[in-house]
């Protein structure tokens, strides 16, 4: 299912460009156009799940798909031995502003925390 008026709908019908790094049958990384680290990738679901949450609740193991794709593009990128983050964000409170499950891939710079 894709919802017509969802950016991240666009991109993976390819109705939006992005600059894609890799792809899976349920998944589509694309580099974010305003990238807070070396490695700023975005790793979305093909299908239209709202947030983390809704997808988790769907219980179809896309997260696990997710965090699969996000790992290879880290390998891809030489930032997996060294170390990256995954962020979720969920609900605009905690900064989601795309309202379809992404998860961003950061890593190629020291990452403090906590967070924020």
């Not at 019908?13 to 998944?27: D, F, L, M, N, Q």
């Not at 983390?52 to 219980?59: G, I, K, T």
């Not at 905690?94 to 906590?114: E, I, S």
Request: charged share 25%; hydrophobic share 40%.
């Amino acid at each position: 299912m894709v919802q017509d008026d969802c950016l991240f709908c666009k991109i993976v019908k390819g109705e939006v460009p992005a600059e894609i790094v890799r792809e899976s049958e349920r998944a589509v990384a694309f580099r974010d156009i305003n990238p807070q680290a070396p490695t700023h990738v975005l790793v979305i679901p093909r299908e239209h799940y709202r947030d983390a949450a809704e997808a988790a609740a769907a219980d179809t193991g896309l997260l696990d798909e997710i965090v699969r794709v996000a790992h290879e593009v880290a390998a891809d990128e030489d930032v997996a031995e060294q170390g990256y983050r995954l962020v979720f964000n969920t609900g605009s409170g905690a900064g989601q502003t795309v309202f379809h499950l992404h998860g961003h891939l950061l890593g190629g710079r020291g990452l403090n925390w906590p967070p924020g």
